[in-house]
Nanobody, 124 residues
Framework: HVQLVESGGGLVQAGDSLRLSCVIL????????MGWFRQAPGKEREFVAA????????NYADSVKGRFTISRDNAKNTVYLQMNSLKPEDAAVYSC?????????????????WGQGSRVTVSS
C-alpha cells in the first residue's frame, strides 16, 4: 500500500513564499518520478511541476517557471515544492503524485498514486 502525505499549505499574502512537502510511505521513494498538481475551485486539475527519480530532471508549467522549484530528498522519502512570489491565481489545492513510468511526465493520468491535497490560499 502506497500513501502520499502532503503538508505545508496555508494562507499567505501575495508575494510571500511557501514550501509544500510530500512524504511517500510504504514503498521505495526513489522508484518514482514525482509530480505536483493543483486544482482551483471550478477548474480542472493542472500540472505544476515534476522531478525525476534521481532529481536530475525537472519540468515546470509555464505559469510557475522561475517562481516555483521542485526538489526531492530520497533519503527522507520526500518531495518539496518551494513556491516564491505567490500570486492570487496560485491559490488551489496542491497534490503530489507518484509515477512509475520511464520518464518525467506532465500528464495527470500517468500518475499512479496521489496524496490527499494541501490547500494554499493567497490573499491580494
Amino acid at each position: 500500500h502506497v500513501q502520499l502525505v502532503e503538508s505545508g499549505g496555508g494562507l499567505v499574502q501575495a508575494g510571500d513564499s511557501l514550501r509544500l512537502s510530500c512524504v511517500i510511505l510504504g514503498r521505495t521513494f526513489s522508484t518514482y518520478n514525482m509530480g505536483w498538481f493543483r486544482q482551483a475551485p471550478g477548474k480542472e486539475r493542472e500540472f505544476v511541476a515534476a522531478v525525476s527519480r534521481s532529481g536530475g530532471t525537472t519540468n515546470y508549467a509555464d505559469s510557475v517557471k522561475g517562481r516555483f522549484t521542485i526538489s526531492r530528498d530520497n533519503a527522507k522519502n520526500t518531495v518539496y515544492l518551494q513556491m516564491n512570489s505567490l500570486k492570487p491565481e496560485d491559490a488551489a489545492v496542491y497534490s503530489c503524485a507518484a509515477d512509475l513510468g520511464a520518464k518525467v511526465t506532465t500528464r495527470t493520468y500517468e500518475y499512479e498514486y496521489w496524496g490527499q491535497g494541501s490547500r494554499v490560499t493567497v490573499s491580494s
